[in-house]
């Protein structure tokens, strides 16, 4: 989903959640981020929905984003927007043999979709990437409403940036994750959590459920969630879970028993501390929702 000329992605990053806008500038390498803060957004600012309008106060929505990327600082002026995940359908799709030319692609991933989308795909942004070009080929699609994503694209205009580059949120997470042995991403955010399980860079499952019961959730009740993709994984590619990372919890040790008993490894933050440095604001204890803005920059 980009948006952009430029080649190189920017050295800013803002997600936006349903209760929050989170900021975040890299080093010059691109290995770290050197500065990170968070805005509250007032309740019922942003509602995060598949059809339906997900920026109910545009104005408070750019003003929080202004703040947040004014405290992060920097000349550039360009940004990756990175959207809650209950905005995007993110779906791993197989096929027999898939066009070379990239439109053409393109057209055969929007019509391989089109039945399973609440919303006009013809309508719709779409972008994919091939994971696997084997037999069958595996393809990661992201697919959201033209509508949707130029809401979100307006607040940041309105708060004086570019939005270059758009990701949703846990695939943007996932670029900061290192998955050498069979790994298990799950991200929760107040309006959704999403699961992906990754094996040696390969992404092999994704899959987002609506949480209704926000970042509160307990251990009982996500370990319920990820369960079925567990068993999945295990019964298609004959192969156990050997590490599990966790994002935007507000307790990791309190979820972490449940989760170690289905999957039978141990649980580790999905933003690990070797990515951050600088000061946060806006928020104690917000590292943990940080996977979104790390992922886009690292």
């Known amino acids: 989903m980009a948006s952009s000329s430029n080649p190189?992605?920017?050295?800013?990053?803002?997600?936006?959640?349903?209760?929050?806008?989170?900021?975040a500038r890299a080093n010059e390498q691109g290995s770290s981020v050197e500065m990170h803060t968070m805005r509250m957004l007032p309740t019922g600012s942003v509602l995060p929905s598949l059809k339906d309008t997900n920026v109910l106060e545009p104005?408070?929505?750019?003003?929080?984003?202004?703040?947040?990327l004014q405290t992060v600082g920097g000349r550039s002026r360009d940004v990756t927007a990175v959207l809650p995940d209950a905005a995007v359908r993110t779906v791993l799709l197989d096929f027999d043999s898939l066009p070379e030319n990239p439109k053409d692609a393109a057209g055969v991933v929007r019509f391989r979709m089109r039945k399973a989308l609440p919303f006009d795909v013809d309508k719709a942004r779409l972008s994919y990437h091939v994971v696997h070009r084997g037999v069958p080929i595996r393809v990661v699609a992201a697919v959201a409403l033209a509508s949707v994503v130029e809401e979100y694209e307006a607040a940041i205009r309105d708060a004086g940036y570019a939005p270059g580059v758009i990701l949703p949120s846990t695939l943007a997470s996932?670029?900061?994750?290192?998955?050498?042995?069979?790994?298990?991403?799950?991200?929760?955010d107040p309006a959704a959590v999403t699961v992906a399980i990754l094996d040696n860079d390969d992404l092999r499952l994704v899959r987002t459920l609506e949480n209704s019961r926000g970042r509160q959730i307990t251990g009982q009740q996500l370990a319920d969630d990820v369960f079925p993709s567990v068993v999945f994984f295990q019964d298609t590619f004959n192969s156990r879970i050997e590490r599990v990372l966790v994002g935007g919890v507000d307790s990791l040790h309190e979820v972490a028993p449940a989760l170690e008993q289905v999957t039978g490894?141990?649980?580790?933050?999905?933003?690990?501390?070797?990515?951050?440095?600088?000061?946060?604001s806006g928020m104690p204890g917000a590292t943990s929702q940080m996977g979104g803005v790390v992922g886009a920059l690292i």
Request: charged share 20%; aromatic share 2%.
């Open 174 to 188: 996932l670029s900061a994750v290192e998955s050498t042995r069979p790994t298990l991403v799950v991200k929760v």
């Open 59 to 68: 104005a408070a929505l750019a003003n929080a984003i202004a703040d947040a």
């Open 265 to 280: 490894s141990s649980v580790e933050p999905l933003v690990g501390a070797r990515y951050l440095s600088g000061g946060l």
């Open 8 to 23: 190189s992605r920017p050295r800013l990053a803002c997600e936006i959640t349903a209760e929050s806008v989170i900021a």
